[in-house]
């Protein structure tokens, strides 16, 4: 994830819609192994940019 050292699986990001094709705002991650998973919580509800992670409620890793 953008130089942070979390790898991220090829094609391991989703970004969701509603019916109307427009984005939930949500983002799905599938990280390299459960190691990176972790690492990757431990960013919640840090500055990334001018927002905030503020979701953590689902990771998954393969």
Known sequence: M????LEILP???SLPTD?????????YVQFVNKDVAERALQKHKEKIGHRWGTDASWVWYM
């Open 11 to 13: 094609n391991g990001i």
């Open 2 to 5: 953008c130089g942070s050292g």
């Open 19 to 27: 019916y109307t094709g427009r984005s939930t705002g949500e983002a």
